[in-house]
Antibody, heavy 120, light 106 residues
């Protein structure tokens, strides 16, 4: 059974760094083509892909946010961590992690999401 | 960035009727197009990938078509559980999503 679950703070202050963890089970990032991505959704708005990690250490970032994002993995714990620096109120959103099952494909399994509010 | 544009923004449909949702890509994405259903407070649920292949467990009343830049999701006979927001997503060049179509009860 494939599951993913996000964890992290629900409230961060402007200019702070956000660290989110995705803990997954039922698959391995060591499998060729498999990846874990982060996607966010501001309240009432559309989905926005942020970052992807695959082959344990290959990474892709949304170009407009690349300077603020870092995605890493801890394979021993089956976790993927996303850090986003210099948080702003516009970054308030539900943050999801999701699995990419094969190279060049779509996300199939998603976590439940975690709402992060940026406010002083 | 490949921009995905969905229409209409809101679709009012009676239960049992057909719903047709459109998605247009700003450049060709071949058949690298997925559709998701999202209900309030929930994660998106994969319905269709490869433009026309239903995901595991998705009822046959959901069907997808199209290629290149024009895509359609059809729900043949709407049931109460189908009222939700639907997103299209391309995966040719990283991932971008449409802004969503809300299917509401008429």
């Amino acid at each position: 059974q494939i599951t993913l679950k996000e964890s992290g703070p629900t409230l961060v202050k402007p200019t702070q760094t956000l660290t989110l963890t995705c803990t997954f089970s039922g698959f391995s990032l060591s499998t060729s083509g498999v990846g874990v991505a982060w996607i966010r959704q501001p309240p009432g708005k559309a989905l926005e892909w942020l970052a992807l990690i695959y082959r344990n250490d290959d990474k892709l970032y949304r170009p407009s946010l690349k300077s603020r994002l870092t995605i890493t993995t801890d394979t021993s714990k089956s976790q993927v961590v996303l850090t986003m620096t210099n948080m702003d109120p516009v970054d308030t959103a539900t943050y999801f992690c999701a699995r990419r099952p094969t190279a060049g494909s779509h996300p199939d399994y998603w976590g439940q999401g975690t709402l992060v509010t940026v406010s002083s | 960035e490949i921009v995905m544009t969905q229409s209409p923004a809101t679709l009012s449909v009676s239960p049992g009727e057909r719903a047709t949702l459109s998605c247009r890509a700003s450049q060709s994405v071949s058949s690298n197009l997925a559709w998701y259903q999202q209900k309030p407070g929930q994660a998106p649920r994969l319905l269709i990938y490869g433009a026309s292949t239903r995901a595991t467990g998705i009822p046959a009343r959901f069907s997808g078509s199209g290629s290149g830049t024009e895509f359609t999701l059809t729900i043949s006979r709407l049931q109460s559980e189908d009222f939700a927001v639907y997103y299209c997503q391309q995966y040719t060049e990283w991932w971008t999503f449409g802004q969503g179509t809300k299917v509401e009860i008429k």
